[in-house]
């Protein structure tokens, strides 16, 4: 499974930028998909998930709010709409999709996106 992220770039304070990630491959099954971040010299962290049929999500506390994370099942595509974004935001973005593949027998999926760099300028 390949995913390619695209969306990031640098924005002002108060702005507003939106993440897109894409999933392809084949024999594979999507659960959850979550966008993460690392800033430099901090771990990375979970911004925000959201399960298969798009109903139940949560989100970090520092960007409730602020970020709404959405999904299009038929396209195995994920979005991070970012709104009033701060600079304390200013990360590289990862995408990350977990589920099933079926490579000689059901095996679990746990990919990561190349990141996309979300640069806040203040």
């Known amino acids: 499974v390949q995913l390619v992220e695209s969306g990031g770039g640098l924005v002002q304070a108060g702005g507003s930028l939106r993440l897109s990630c894409a999933a392809s491959?084949?024999?594979?099954?999507?659960?959850?998909m979550g966008w993460y971040r690392q800033a430099p010299g901090k771990p990375r962290e979970l911004v925000a998930a959201?399960?298969?049929?798009?109903?139940?999500?949560n989100y970090a506390d520092s960007v409730k709010g602020r970020f709404t994370i959405s999904r299009d099942n038929a396209k195995n595509t994920m979005f991070l709409q970012m709104n009033s974004l701060k600079p304390e935001d200013t990360a590289v973005y990862y995408c990350?999709?977990?589920?099933?593949?079926?490579?000689?027998?059901?095996?679990?999926?746990?990919?990561w996106g190349q990141g996309t760099l979300v640069t806040v300028s203040s």
């Open positions: 959201i399960a298969s049929g798009g109903d139940s999500t």
């Open positions: 491959g084949s024999n594979f099954r999507i659960n959850t």
């Open positions: 990350n999709v977990r589920g099933i593949i079926i490579v000689s027998g059901l095996n679990a999926l746990d990919a």
